[in-house]
């Protein structure tokens, strides 16, 4: 006899323009006196509730600690009813089925060809000296550290000549240059990122800002008892975003050699995109004000004004830290809602030949761009509302490829992967090219603790009969490692991907609960860009091979038993 459950409730309810209607969905509830499963639809939306989307899990979130039969339910339920997917709240009609995400985050409206998957860490590293060396007015650089090794000095070297540059111009230059860094990485060892930017610093000091992220849970007796590398495991500056002026790379990867020569990543660059520029140039600078500012003698100091994330009370920090990214992001929403009523309304969509000959009027975009943040200790949780959404919501006949070179995902996305509908083709780091094989000391263990997780997470598959729905591949290249991270979602009936998320989020506990993350939904109609997607998911999963039961017989896959044993009690720190 199955256990009762509490009440599970998703909901996704839009509003259907100036009618006001709303969209219903049912979902599927357990019922506790005819112990079975039946398909209610979900009331109205309350008064109280938010506007557009509200993703609610009522005190219940698809545990492992329950009954199995969970997992199956949607599996064995009939198809959810399809609402048709709302339109825009500007438009009479329809644009696309992922215009919910707009209720949470400000929605970007681009046209493909602006928008360029990049595949290699050395067109990474080229693209971002050549941006670095035209910029004009701003480069604004995010990331967990930045290396010291010659290849990170030509990147600071860029930015030197960039800035004296702006100094000999006839014309006054405004250019100016910001990069938010996480503290205790960015501190690590007597030469780091730290002194690899003092220089600019000293000679820039108008010019230049260094901000040093820490998070709020490394204080007190923690934070002087934990030695370095150590205390990176409570909480990091985990965003990796690269602009030049109105342009946006963003990545997974960090500013550090390897990542621009032999450690596989994933890049989109977003070229003359002005509003997407400003709202990540802001979203910066929103952290940045909440960090550590480094000064020209090596010393930190706090914004004026601000609390102290590790001296102050923390939940004044941690609030005030959520005052100031939540209003760039609700700012940025109603900007471009404002846009796109300017842009787009009065007269009807112009077509790209008559956009171009009106010039004060753009084409209707094919592509649309929605910024993910996730910032737990602040209690912003965007990223993880939007990714559960999407895989709760993804049809029977869809197929989700999943990748990260850390695979530990959060029990909600393994609850998700095994309990929802379409394919899963999960790809992951093998042994040997994850960034921490032949690491020394106890981070020598971290590809067995992967090892060990993959093994447990392989056999829950099998357990429970999905085999055929969710494959495991190992990444393995000789000489790479691999780091790239993200999804690609095909649609039923489809063989291409209409929507990808990139950016820093590794699916994990860390990515969710612990670090500062970002990264973009990007949703196309475009036929070329939809290739470009393809291309590169087939380029990642080319290099891989399946996991079976035999892959863990081999030598290199022989997991201690302390490691087994310890790995339960650290997962969530890695």
Known sequence: MAQPYDSLELRALDRMGAQGVLAQFSVPLFDQHHQSWAWRALPPKSPSEPEGVCVRLHSFVLSSARSPWLLLAPLLSPGVPQAPSPPCCLCPE????????????????????????????????????????????????????????????????????ALEKSLRASLPSDLRVSILLDFTRGSRGRKNSRTMLLPLLRRFPEQVRVSLFHTPNLRGLLRLLLPERFNETIGLQHIKVYLFDNSVLLSGANLSDSYFTNRQDRYVFLQDCPEIADFFTELVDAVGDVSLQLQGDDTVHVVEGMVHPYKGDRAAYCEAANKRVMDVIHSARTRQQLLHAQTFHGDSLLTQGDAAAAGDRRPAPDTWIYPLIQMKPFKIQIDEVVTETLLTEAERGARVCLTTGYFNLTQAYMDLVLGTRPEYHILLASPEVNGFFGAKGVAGA???????????????????????????????????TFHAKGLWLYLAGSSLPCLTLIGSPNFGYRSVHRDLEAQIAIVTESPTLQQQLHQEQEQLYLSSGVVSAATFEQPSRQVKLWVKMVTPLIKNFF
């Not at 992922?98 to 590293?125: I, N």
């Not at 004009?136 to 070297?157: H, N």
């Open 94 to 161: 329809a644009v696309h089925r992922f215009q919910w995400v707009r209720s949470l985050v400000p929605e970007f409206g681009v046209c493909s060809a602006h928008v360029k998957v990049l595949s290699a860490p050395a067109e990474f590293f080229e693209l971002m000296k050549g941006q670095i060396k035209t910029a004009r007015r701003r480069v604004v650089m995010a990331s967990l550290y930045l290396g010291t090794g010659p290849l990170e000095q030509e990147l600071v070297d860029c930015l030197e000549s």
């Open 446 to 480: 971290i590809p067995a603790a992967y090892v060990h997780i993959e093994r447990q997470f392989f056999h829950q598959v099998h357990s429970l009969g999905q085999q055929e729905r969710v494959r495991l591949q190992e990444y393995w290249r000789p000489g790479w």
